[in-house]
Nanobody, 115 residues
């Protein structure tokens, strides 16, 4: 099993930046894909970004060029650097990890972007 704990959410003005962190309970060397999803009020959860064990990344079109996902396997942590934030980025952000064909989720961290 994998426990995931997110941190770094908060309130920021439009145009600002935040970095989210997700700490895993086991070495991320053994975890293939890790990623970030988000869910805004009244909307479905959507993929924001993900990164594989070999460093391949993909992003939602809405965040390309503004967000960067990275992972530090030595620290068992995945990050989401968010720049040029917009009010529409407001959501609960969830970390996810795929381990032994099962998906694990964190409890989520709130990001609020004020206009």
């Amino acid at each position: 099993q994998v426990q995931l704990v997110e941190s770094g959410g908060g309130v920021v003005q439009a145009g600002g930046s935040l970095t989210l962190s997700c700490a895993a309970s086991r070495s991320t060397f053994s975890i293939n894909t890790m990623g970030w999803y988000r869910q805004a009020p009244g909307k479905q959860r959507e993929l924001v970004a993900r990164i594989t064990s070999n460093g391949s990344t993909n992003y939602a079109d809405s965040v390309k060029g503004r967000f960067t996902i990275s992972r530090n396997n030595a620290k068992s942590t995945v990050y989401l650097q968010m720049n040029s934030l917009k009010p529409e980025d407001t959501a609960v952000y969830y970390c996810t990890a795929r381990f032994v064909f099962k998906d694990y989720w964190g409890q989520g961290t709130q990001v609020t972007v004020s206009s």
